[in-house]
């Protein structure tokens, strides 16, 4: 099963799952940006769609066809984002395409390894009808820059379980998320410097940040339980703040919750 | 029932517990208390100390006991770095290496606790090489050391058996990438360095992952006792 498999499975267990979707899409992301309570509302309707059908622990040629779907997105983003005149500030130019060319890079590695397998790109509207400025304004692009690569980084990490009996998928696995991680430190500090917003910076606070659903989930940003330790009362620790333990370990998001980020910006399959 | 890391340690390696040699045991050597402040080059037991070889262990535990001891060494560099802050030190790079090192100590902290008594002894760091009133030499090895952690983490994942010590590596290599890049970003401001083309593939998009007989050479000058990994899986 691959995830527009899924995306179809739904369709058929739902007939008006494309319409709650619809509607969820407007709900949750017509707020506006930056607003906290904007950072609290999950899309529900869909995320209750998906759970209908999804449950087995995917093999890894379904891993791959997640990520690549993934990696589509982030590289029609910036492929986008860097051909538009007038949106990308001179100094920030360099920054954008370096990201621009590795998205291109794993969605060429992914699409050749899985060859005959591989999913097809879906049609994307980034604006999420009409919701976001996504190219007309540096902002927008920006937090949606932060949110991509934010969720790329936890939603590779939430599958390297299901890659430990294919060691060198995994390997390629991890060289991939330690280079969105790259990417996502230095957009949330440039998204930092031109809010003059010092509380956003190249880790993850607590659970901060637009939209929520990025930082948040099963295993929320804020969580300081690791390995069944619960880091805070560890020796040594006493003078080292909460907000700089939750910093200091990203943590995965499933599939499912990284559906709910992603379809309202996927418009067909 | 939840098991606890340790638990899984305790249960699974205890042989390994044999295997660290605790009669070297040299806290005195430069190494302070909880917080981890050592004192630079000031130490006659150097030459001890070098002569000793600490054993990383095998399996899982060798695996975290490395991670551990690349933990270590960036803990006591950035706390130094905050110790002594080197000539010119903006705002903005102070709060970055701040975070950075109060990140570390988590990690440091983390994995001693976690690692109980499989756990190596304190590793007594030489930054001789280093010169921290001079903001390139500091920041050209906050690069090294988080670069080298990266492909470390990268290179180690695949030999992790258990899927919860795996996706503690996950958790830990993401947010030593984020220090990469913010520590390149610094050194070459707005460019592509951040995620440079000397770090990853043009090719593939991919980051480095270097295996421990790799890592461990390259960061044992940093260090002054000798790291032992023969029984790492490979």
Known sequence: MNIFNILDSIQKIDGDAIKRLEHATRRTFMNRIGSTLAAAAVPTAFASIVSKAY?????????LNYALTLEYLENEFYEIGNATAGLIPGEYKAVFAQIGQHEKAHVKFLATALAGDAVKKPTFDFTAKGAFPAFTDFGTFVTLSKAFED???????????????????LQYALQVHSVEARHASIVRRILGKITNDKTTKGWITNDAGFPGAVYKGEISESNVVQGGLNVPGIAGLENISFAAITEAFDEPLTMKEVLDIAGPFIVSL | MKQTLSDNLVSSDSQILAKVNRRYFLRSAGVAAA??????????????????????????????????????????????????????????????????????????????????????????????????????????????????????????????????????????VSVEARHASAI???????????????????????DGALPPPVILPSVQPFVVNKIGYSQLPV
């Open chain 1, 151 to 169: 969720t790329g980084v936890r939603a590779y990490k939430g599958q390297a379980g299901n890659l430990i009996s294919a060691p060198n998928l």
């Open chain 2, 35 to 172: 917080t981890g402040a050592f004192i630079l080059g000031a130490c006659t037991d150097h030459d001890l100390e070098g002569d000793k070889i600490v054993e990383l262990g095998a399996g899982d535990v060798g695996i975290l006991n490395y991670a551990y001891a690349l933990e270590q060494l960036e803990a006591a560099f950035y706390i130094q770095v905050l110790t002594t802050p080197y000539v010119g030190i903006t705002a903005e790079e102070k709060a970055i290496l701040t975070d950075i090192r109060d990140h570390e100590i988590v990690h440091r902290q983390f994995f001693k606790a976690a690692l109980q008594s499989a756990a190596i002894k304190d590793l007594t760091p030489n930054f001789s090489s280093i010169n921290f009133s001079d903001r390139a030499s500091v920041l050209g090895a906050a690069k090294l050391f988080e670069d080298t952690g990266v492909q470390a983490y990268n290179g180690a994942g695949k030999f992790i058996k258990d899927a919860g010590y795996l996706l503690l590596a996950g958790k830990i």
């Open chain 1, 55 to 63: 449950g087995a622990t995917p093999t890894a040629l379904e891993v």
């Open chain 2, 184 to 206: 390149r970003d610094l050194l070459m401001p707005n460019t592509a360095f951040f995620a440079g083309d000397d770090v990853v593939t043009t090719s593939d998009g991919f």
